[in-house]
């Protein structure tokens, strides 16, 4: 099936950010974009999983999925057991029914909708339990590679019904993860690094950015994907790029694009970057402090640090999250910038820039992920946080599960090389490679003790 035809599908019926909504034909609801859909729902999930367990005066237990085993007679006794079952069953009633409130509100086939989505809940599940084998988890192979690799095959082997592709929506799920994923984004936590983490932060994140867009623009790519591109090497891979496509309004075809290099270039890193650690003899927290540099989720900072020591995974995390704050910033730059530059000061046929444009063009999902790292980090009890993390987290990872397979649904292996002579693919090696170098010459410098003493983390 041509890919325009995928993409305009998966595309959705939300309404656009920047279209005015007149408020006397739609209902507050119906007026919602797909960035208030995932505010909305996430916000309620987080709401409730700390209503239940305050009203029960902590007397609540919350259990999570288990997806870990070792062999057949744990499979069998650990993950489909009937517990279990029931368990990732309820989730994905609720998960269902909040987003078909969404569905429906915007427009879309509620019962195509709920078809595809339970079909894509089952490869997520999948994903996350071929991923949970103890030989797999050794080797720091993760969920994502799991979903997108079936994504993929979905898209690329059978032409996909209708119904599953009214329920691929993969940035409205990643949007609603992100939301919850700021619940686990703690200020106190990146302070633990102190300068150093804060410095090879930003350090990483603008050095690789602005060279990555300047590498995009030498191979002839065009300045939306390149402003995309450059977003997911630099800051945490899809996330930073569903916040940057939001940003410029980009095309769904070219974020589908970014995702699925930014999850294929993930593979040989997780594996050859722990082994060049111990080859090497990197010190253990140089190490962890590269490996949140330039790994781009918390899932394979934390599945690749594992593989070198507890001192490389607190480093690895601590920077991975010092990143991931960026979102919020960055966000707000790429979308003054590309407002600048589509609407230069000097042309009076143009409205000039102005906080309103930069508005249009924030990806509003941010805001949740702000307001949840706020709150969390400076009024929820961290006696309350240790008790619904662990719920909160297999909530989200369940949502960014739904998300890989919705992106492999979108994806065409053969678009990686079409698409503009594959020079958008041969700039995201380019740009990893700097990153990976630069990382690493940053992290020695911060955490090697050369320009300051080495922090203090364990």
Not at 163 to 189: H, M, N, P
Not at 286 to 302: I, N
């Amino acid at each position: 099936m041509p890919s325009d035809s995928i993409e305009n599908n998966l595309a959705g019926n939300f309404p656009e950010e920047s279209i005015p909504v007149n408020s006397k034909n739609k209902s507050f609801l119906q007026a919602l974009t797909e960035d208030g859909w995932a505010v909305l729902i996430g916000g309620l999930l987080i709401a409730a999983v700390i209503m239940i367990l305050t009203l029960s005066s902590g007397g609540v237990k919350f259990s999570t999925p288990v997806y870990q085993w070792a062999n057949g007679n744990d499979l069998l006794s650990k993950v489909l057991t009937t517990g279990n079952l029931l368990l990732l069953a309820g989730i994905g009633i609720i998960f269902i029914l909040l987003s078909s409130i969404a569905i429906s509100l915007s427009g879309g086939s509620v019962s195509k909708y709920i078809a595809g989505f339970s079909a894509i809940y089952v490869f997520a599940v999948l994903s996350l339990i071929l991923a949970g084998n103890k030989s797999i988890a050794y080797y720091g192979i993760e969920y994502v590679v799991f979903a997108l690799v079936i994504g993929l095959l979905l898209s690329n082997v059978f032409n996909l019904p209708g119904w599953l592709k009214e329920a691929a929506r993969s940035e409205f799920f990643i949007k609603t993860g992100l939301v919850i994923l700021g619940t686990s984004i703690l200020f106190t936590d990146i302070i633990q690094a102190g300068m150093a983490g804060i410095m090879q932060a930003v350090l990483v994140v603008a050095a690789v950015w602005f060279f990555s867009l300047w590498l995009s623009r030498r191979l002839k790519v065009d300045d939306e994907f390149g402003v995309i591109l450059a977003s997911a090497v630099s800051i945490c891979g899809v996330s930073a790029a569903i916040v940057a496509s939001g940003a410029i309004n980009g095309d769904k075809k070219k974020l589908s694009y970014v995702t699925t290099l930014v999850l294929l270039v993930a593979i040989p890193m997780l594996i050859i970057q722990p082994w060049l650690i111990r080859k090497l003899g990197i010190p253990e927290i140089v190490g962890g402090a590269w490996l949140g540099g330039t790994l781009d989720t918390t899932a394979s900072v934390t599945a690749a640090a594992q593989l070198v020591g507890p001192v490389a995974l607190k480093a690895g995390v601590i920077i991975k999250f010092s990143q991931n704050v960026l979102i919020g910033v960055a966000a707000f730059f790429i979308a003054g910038w590309w407002a600048l530059r589509k609407n230069p000061a000097g042309d009076a046929n143009e409205q000039k820039p102005g906080l309103k444009i930069v508005w249009e063009r924030f990806p509003k999902f941010v805001l949740g992920f702000i307001a949840a790292s706020l709150v969390f980090s400076f009024l929820v009890p961290s006696e309350t946080i240790k008790q619904v993390g662990g719920i909160l987290n297999s909530l989200r990872t369940i949502w960014f599960a739904l998300a890989f397979i919705s992106i492999g649904l979108e994806a065409k292996f053969s678009d990686l090389v079409k698409i503009q002579g594959g020079r958008p693919a041969i700039a995201f090696i380019g740009a990893q490679v700097f990153n990976i170098l630069w990382t690493l010459l940053w992290a020695y410098l911060l955490f090697g003790g050369i320009l300051f003493p080495a922090p203090d983390i364990k």
